[in-house]
């Protein structure tokens, strides 16, 4: 797996109990497609093969295959946790993007004139953004919506948006993409290149 290839699936958190179960944060919004999987990888290489996942309250508790104790569980706090780009399963339709796809894309105006780069896709809790970094200043925030961004050319590796008045021109965005986090993304997290978002 190389790193262009990488998608980050979920992190380890503390040990649960004495069996050698932990808390595990999904980047995804199906936690129980991590099961599907397989293996899930490091980035220093290391894998590990889920052998279950349960619901503990609203904590999601895995158990992974050679983890038997606390202290082998303890280990493995903060471990980041990747598949490869090509082990997600395709998106539903034209309008669902991962996240990882949409991060490194060119962004261009309508009339053709590059503003910047995609590094993220956010949601602060009013809805799904973009984040486009110009040559200088600072990043700009777009609705991901199909008003603000009406084209996403993946074989072109472009975004045609159409920024909100008082930002760089053109009309504010209504209804749009929906972003979901995980292994696949609409138009797109917290926490995750895996996340899926909806435009």
Same mark, same amino acid.
């Given at each position: 797996?190389?790193?262009? /290839?990488?998608?980050?699936?979920?992190? =380890?958190?503390? *040990? %649960?109990?004495?069996?050698?179960?932990?808390?595990? !944060? *999904?980047?995804? /919004? #199906?936690?129980?497609?991590?099961?599907? +999987?397989?293996?899930?990888?490091?980035?220093?290489?290391?894998?590990?093969?889920?052998?279950?996942?349960?619901?503990?309250?609203?904590?999601?508790? *895995?158990?992974?295959?050679? =983890?038997?104790?606390?202290?082998? &569980?303890?280990?493995?706090?903060?471990? /980041?946790? +990747?598949? $490869?780009?090509?082990?997600?399963?395709?998106?539903?339709?034209?309008?669902?993007? +991962? %996240?990882?796809?949409? !991060?490194?894309? /060119?962004?261009?105006?309508?009339?053709?004139?590059?503003?910047?780069?995609?590094?993220?896709?956010?949601? +602060?809790? &009013?809805?799904?953004?973009?984040?486009? *970094?110009?040559?200088?200043?600072? $990043?700009?925030?777009?609705?991901?919506?199909?008003?603000?961004?009406?084209?996403? #050319?993946?074989?072109?590796?472009?975004?045609?948006? &159409?920024?909100?008045?008082?930002?760089?021109?053109?009309?504010?965005?209504?209804?749009?993409?929906?972003?979901?986090?995980?292994?696949? $993304?609409?138009?797109?997290?917290?926490?995750?290149?895996?996340?899926?978002?909806?435009?």
């Amino acid at each position: 797996m190389t790193e262009d /290839d990488r998608i980050l699936i979920a992190r =380890i958190g503390a *040990a %649960h109990g004495v069996r050698g179960e932990v808390r595990l !944060i *999904a980047f995804g /919004d #199906d936690p129980d497609a991590l099961m599907d +999987y397989g293996t899930l990888a490091t980035r220093d290489g290391r894998v590990f093969e889920l052998r279950g996942l349960k619901m503990v309250g609203d904590r999601l508790i *895995a158990r992974f295959k050679g =983890i038997a104790d606390r202290n082998a &569980a303890e280990t493995l706090t903060n471990l /980041d946790l +990747y598949v $490869s780009r090509a082990d997600l399963p395709e998106t539903e339709d034209e309008d669902t993007f +991962y %996240h990882a796809d949409l !991060i490194g894309l /060119d962004a261009v105006t309508e009339a053709g004139e590059r503003i910047g780069t995609v590094i993220a896709v956010p949601n +602060y809790g &009013a809805g799904d953004l973009v984040e486009i *970094a110009p040559p200088r200043g600072a $990043s700009i925030l777009l609705p991901f919506t199909k008003d603000a961004v009406p084209v996403i #050319d993946l074989a072109g590796r472009r975004m045609v948006v &159409a920024p909100p008045e008082g930002l760089l021109g053109g009309k504010p965005g209504e209804d749009g993409p929906r972003l979901e986090e995980g292994g696949e $993304s609409d138009r797109t997290g917290t926490g995750g290149d895996g996340t899926e978002t909806e435009r």
